[in-house]
């Protein structure tokens, strides 16, 4: 299941065969048949709106009804990105931060870029999907990990994502080198595993290197597009690429801001800024990082 921005965004993707079923009530629409619960399918479907009107029973709905009500709202208390430039301090979690990214070999303040990312630095929020805490750790994935503490313990919340980021470095491992693997796991994290695998697999048949993460951005974002993410060598469907591909490019952009600005506590094996650099605040990345954050990435202009 997807979620729209807006019933414009959903009425384009129903008409457009991006989608089967718009599972709210919406006003009629060319091109689109009404089932008799107001849903709507496009008119080119209506065996799937006759299977849904036998499907969605008087029972069904008051079963439906008579279920406990929940409401789930989006709590975030913004935090500044940077707490004290002039000491150097980043949040008031650094210390955390330092220990656990050494347990993985980050430099701590890409860690903290994350954690700006996902959540301002507010260990209380939550998001619409019910991600929890400083690094959004959804209920699934603590119970995955075996998280059997308070997921809103600034600790315990980084502690698990630091375990999870850890099996994400192992899940590509085919990825040669700690740097070239940074941004395959920021996006695994935030769209899936199975989205990235797919946009590898997407690069690699249209001619590119599914390990360099500059040929596998761009696919990312195509898996936005049904001439893609209805490929064959897709896996996993559809994927809201623009924003997997924008937080990575955000915590790449941060992470040489804070490298900029706060020491380097700890011996990572990540990336650090040059001495010599002109523009201190630029992170003298490996090529294959380089241009990230500079210059739009490529199109691929290949048929599919």
Same mark, same amino acid.
């Given at each position: 299941?997807?979620?729209?921005?807006?019933?414009?965004?959903?009425?384009?993707?129903?008409?457009?065969?991006?989608?089967?079923?718009?599972?709210?009530?919406?006003?009629?629409? +060319?091109?689109?048949?009404?089932?008799?619960?107001?849903?709507?399918?496009?008119?080119?479907?209506?065996?799937?709106?006759?299977?849904?009107?036998?499907?969605?029973?008087?029972?069904?709905?008051? #079963?439906?009804?008579?279920?406990?009500?929940?409401?789930?709202?989006?709590?975030?208390?913004?935090?500044?990105?940077?707490?004290?430039? +002039?000491?150097? #301090?980043?949040?008031?979690?650094?210390?955390?931060?330092?220990?656990?990214?050494?347990?993985?070999?980050? @430099?701590?303040?890409?860690?903290?870029?994350?954690?700006?990312?996902?959540? %301002?630095?507010?260990?209380?929020?939550?998001?619409?999907?019910?991600? &929890?805490?400083?690094?959004?750790?959804?209920? $699934?994935?603590?119970?995955?990990?075996?998280?059997? $503490?308070?997921?809103?313990?600034?600790?315990?919340?980084?502690?698990? +994502?630091?375990?999870?980021? *850890?099996?994400?470095? #192992?899940?590509? =491992? @085919?990825?040669?080198?700690?740097?070239? !693997?940074?941004?395959?796991?920021?996006?695994?994290?935030?769209?899936?595993?199975?989205?990235?695998?797919? %946009?590898?697999?997407?690069?690699?048949?249209?001619?590119?290197?599914? *390990?360099?993460?500059? @040929?596998?951005?761009?696919?990312?974002?195509?898996?936005?597009?049904?001439?893609?993410?209805?490929?064959?060598?897709?896996?996993?469907?559809?994927?809201?690429?623009?924003?997997?591909?924008?937080?990575? !490019?955000?915590?790449?952009?941060?992470? $040489?801001?804070?490298? $900029?600005?706060?020491?380097?506590?700890?011996? =990572?094996?990540?990336?650090?800024?040059? *001495?010599?650099?002109?523009?201190?605040?630029?992170? &003298? !990345?490996?090529?294959?990082?380089?241009?990230?954050?500079?210059?739009?990435?490529?199109?691929?202009?290949?048929?599919?």
């Amino acid at each position: 299941m997807e979620v729209a921005h807006d019933t414009a965004e959903i009425l384009n993707r129903l008409q457009n065969r991006e989608v089967d079923i718009a599972t709210m009530q919406l006003p009629s629409s +060319s091109g689109t048949i009404r089932c008799e619960n107001g849903w709507l399918v496009h008119q080119e479907a209506p065996q799937l709106a006759q299977s849904i009107n036998d499907w969605y029973s008087p029972e069904l709905v008051q #079963q439906f009804k008579n279920r406990p009500k929940t409401t789930v709202a989006v709590q975030r208390q913004a935090r500044p990105v940077m707490l004290n430039a +002039s000491t150097g #301090q980043i949040c008031q979690y650094d210390a955390l931060l330092q220990r656990h990214a050494a347990a993985i070999g980050w @430099d701590w303040r890409l860690l903290a870029a994350q954690c700006y990312q996902e959540s %301002a630095f507010d260990p209380r929020a939550i998001s619409w999907a019910g991600a &929890q805490g400083l690094m959004q750790i959804m209920p $699934g994935t603590a119970a995955h990990l075996g998280v059997t $503490g308070n997921i809103f313990d600034p600790e315990t919340n980084i502690e698990a +994502s630091v375990r999870y980021l *850890k099996e994400l470095n #192992q899940t590509f =491992a @085919d990825i040669p080198g700690q740097s070239s !693997r940074i941004p395959f796991i920021l996006a695994a994290y935030n769209g899936g595993v199975n989205h990235v695998r797919d %946009a590898m697999a997407l690069a690699r048949k249209h001619g590119q290197n599914e *390990k360099a993460w500059r @040929d596998v951005e761009p696919y990312i974002l195509h898996l936005s597009e049904p001439q893609y993410y209805r490929d064959p060598v897709v896996t996993s469907g559809y994927l809201r690429g623009s924003e997997t591909y924008g937080y990575v !490019r955000n915590i790449m952009d941060r992470w $040489g801001q804070y490298c $900029g600005q706060a020491r380097n506590y700890s011996k =990572a094996s990540t990336p650090q800024p040059s *001495k010599h650099s002109k523009h201190p605040t630029q992170v &003298q !990345r490996p090529d294959l990082l380089n241009g990230l954050n500079d210059k739009p990435a490529p199109t691929p202009t290949d048929s599919v």
